[in-house]
Every structure is written in C-alpha cells, then in structure tokens.
C-alpha cells in the first residue's frame, strides 16, 4: 500500500476505512476518500498505538493495522488464560481459536505460549470495491483461521500477478467454484468469497449453510474456489492497477481505440486486451469468426478472443489447473441477467438439466440456451465440450455492469442455496 494522507483516494482509502471501522476508530462512509472524518480516526488510532499521531498513514502505521486486515493477531497465553475466556476478551468464539490453532489443547495451555486469535468481523467485506491484494489478505486470513483449508498459486496474470484460488473439504469428488474471468464483474468476487467463509465458518460451528450442513457438504465434495481469474482486469476497473506500469498505458492505447466502450467500467479483457472467456479451445474459430465480423479484430475492452486458443495467461492457467484435477461440476460466475447457461452447442451432459433445474428452483433464476454469438470459447463451453460433466455460467444479479456493491446481498441470498445445492448434486 503507498502512503496515504488527507486527499487521498482510491481502493487503498477504503481498505484503510474497512480496517478503522472493524477496530471501532472509524464510524463514516467507506467511500475512498481521506477526508476529515478519515483523517481524525488516524490520529486517534495511531496515539493509541503510541505512534506520532500525524495522520499519515505510512509503513510503521500501515502495520499496526495490518491485524484488521489479516482478521486476527498473535497472542502469548498469560496465567489464567482460557479459550472461553480469550473468547470474551476479544470478541470472538472459543470454537474460532481452537480452529486456527489446531495444535493447542485448551485443557493445557502453557503461559508464554503463541496462540493465534482470530477477531470476530468476518473477513469477506461487501462494502469495498475489490483488488487482487484485497482477495490476498482474504486468502491468506481465511487460510490462518482455517488451516485446513489451503489457498494456492496456480498461475500468473499477464502482468505477473499471482492467480490464487482455495481449496477445502474432504469430499471425493472435485468442484470448482470460478469468478470474475470479466473485469467489470468483478462483484461476483466477493459472492463467492462470501460462500467460501460461509462453508468454513459453519463448518468448524457445526452449522448450516443455505440449510444444509457444511460438515456433510465438505465430507462429499472436495471444493475449489477460484475468487478472481482475471485480477488484473478488476484492477483496472477499479482504479487500482499501477498506472506507471507499461501494462496500464497500453490498456489506455486499447481503450482509445475503441471509444465507444467506457472506460474503465466497461472493461471486461485481460490487461493486455484479451476477453479471457473468448480464448478456451472450444469452437474457438466460430467465436474469431463471429466477433471479428462485429468488428473486434484487436486487442479490445472487451470481445477479442485473442491470437490463439489459451493465449491469454488467465484463460491457459485456468485449464491447466482443471487438466490436472478430477472436477464433476463446475460453476463460472458472471453478471448479470439471473440466468443459468448449462450447455454447449447441442451437448446435454448427463444430469445437467436436472442440476440446472434444481439450481434454478432455488435461486428463482432462469435456465437458457446461450445466445449463438457468445455461445463459443468460453470457459464452460470448453469444459462440457471436453469432459461431457455438468458445467454452468451463471449471470447472477440484474442491471448494468458492473453492477453496484449495493446488490451483493441479494446475489448471496440467491446463490448460496444455488452453490449448496450444486454441491450436494455433484
Ligand atoms: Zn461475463
């Protein structure tokens, strides 16, 4: 994070607002400008932590909030310590410490012994816009507070940004949960963040998700969750990506020439101009036939399907991983139009429809046939085509892209039934 100070803007303000508000320093708007309000919650955050409380936010303060990002901090277990009594002193639940810290028996803690705390707040936040170091602290947080769920590299963006994804459950059979291949849909990040919080947070409380036990989910499906495919792209789209980077001017080149697509929020491409859902092996040609003759013969905002099938770094890392695992179903998130697309051309996997059918009852969504224009090359297309298995697009949420954060609790409400019940028929 650069250093930030009164005047401020951007996704960094907002993390550092989501961070001031989850410690109690900050009651105003997360809205990414370091005003006033912003300014007075740093100076009283930084005295107390016996900082020189000058309002600027640099490295020595930026660590002191690192915990309210990370979602938890390292304790030394004192005389009289109990995991109840920590518990209370710190907002949180006994079952909470005793997941992160698996190796610790609470009926024998030994003072000046390091035990994680995790804070109470969830770590999923559906009030900021998302960047690739937002899902980073997400991960790695989810991963300390449930190490037995493992975050996990499995590629790099074409700028070099680390592709990450999730992985937890004990299941047999193999599940990808997949988001934001387009940039400016990128608020299906945070959708399907949240259900991988909700899965494990239930799943240490013996608790319910959608109605359903994640204990019992987890126990039948080993669950992937690839948050963010395309980072680089949302980045853009949210102001976020470094605009002193050759990758940025470039896109700026793109964007110019074709001006009838807004910039930044109508971006969907890969930085370098590739639409990452346009470049899997999956009648590739047809869709370079359809979207040239529309006019998309270049590296573009959106629509270009690149030079060849898998030349686009997200796209090629994203089969990679899927070549190397066993998935029986596989759901890919985009926005927008509460649609589920379940085929590819004429081939009907078995059991699609019924799982498509099912998905929609409970999520109120539609099923439909993708329209012939887009109906080649993306990442469902390819893996029904290649593995004849159940595989969806779901355009979640209605309106115009990228849809506001405002909309985020009526997509989880619809889709957490919609992900549990893929789960459970896979
Ligand atoms: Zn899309």
């Known amino acids: 994070m650069k250093t930030l100070k009164y005047g401020s803007e951007g996704t960094d303000v907002e993390l550092l607002q989501l961070a001031l508000s989850r410690g109690g320093w900050y009651t105003g708007a997360v809205d990414g400008v370091f005003g006033r309000q912003t300014l007075n919650a740093v100076r009283r955050f930084q005295a107390s932590f016996g900082l020189a409380p000058d309002g600027i936010v640099g490295p020595l303060t930026q660590d002191a909030l690192d915990p ?18 920590l518990a209370r ?17 609470p009926r024998n803690l030994r003072i000046g012994q390091k035990l994680i705390i995790p804070y109470g707040f969830d770590l999923v936040p559906q009030n900021v816009r998302y960047t690739p170091e937002l899902v980073d602290y997400i991960l790695d947080g ?17 700028s070099g940004t680390p592709l990450r994804l999730i992985g937890f459950g004990t299941g047999e059979r193999e599940v990808l949960i997949n988001a934001a291949h387009h940039a400016n849909e990128w608020i299906t990040t945070p959708l ?43 980045a853009l789209v949210n102001g976020a990506f470094d605009r002193d980077s050759s990758e940025y001017r470039q896109a700026l080149r793109i964007a110019a020439a074709y001006p009838s697509v807004p910039f930044p929020e109508g971006w ?49 890392a994203l089969y990679e991983f899927t070549k190397q695992h066993d998935f029986r179903l596989t759901l890919s998130y985009h926005t927008q ?53 159940p595989g969806f697009t779901i355009e979640a949420g209605k309106g115009r892209n990228p849809l506001p954060l405002t909309d985020l609790a009526e997509m989880i409400s619809d889709n957490f039934p919609l992900m549990v019940t893929a789960l459970e028929l896979a």
């Open 68 to 85: 309210l990002l990370t979602g938890h901090f390292n304790h030394t277990v004192r005389r009289g310590d109990t995991f109840p009594g």
């Open 89 to 105: 002193r710190y907002d949180t639940t006994a079952a909470a410490i005793a997941a992160a810290n698996p190796e610790a028996d």
């Open 142 to 158: 989810l991963a300390v507070r449930y190490p037995f769920a493992r975050p996990q590299k499995y590629g790099n963006s074409a």
């Open 192 to 234: 399907v963040l949240a259900f991988a919080e909700a899965m494990l947070k239930a799943y240490i409380a013996d608790g319910t998700v959608a109605g359903r036990s994640a204990k019992a989910l987890l126990s039948r499906v080993k669950l992937y969750i690839a948050p963010l495919v395309n980072p680089d792209g949302a």
């Open 268 to 316: 969907k491409a890969n930085i370098a101009g590739t639409d990452p859902n346009l470049n899997y092996p999956a009648d590739w040609e047809e869709a370079k036939r359809i979207k040239f003759a529309q006019g998309w013969v270049s590296p573009a905002p959106r629509d270009y399907v690149g030079e060849a099938p898998l030349s686009c770094p997200e796209s090629r």
């Open 337 to 389: 139009g509460e649609v589920i697309y379940w085929k590819f051309k004429n081939i009907e996997p078995e059991r699609a429809r019924e799982i498509a059918e099912a998905m929609a009852a409970v999520s109120g969504y539609d099923i439909e046939e993708v329209p012939e224009e887009s109906a080649n090359a993306g990442y469902k297309d390819w893996f029904i085509d290649e593995y004849r298995l």
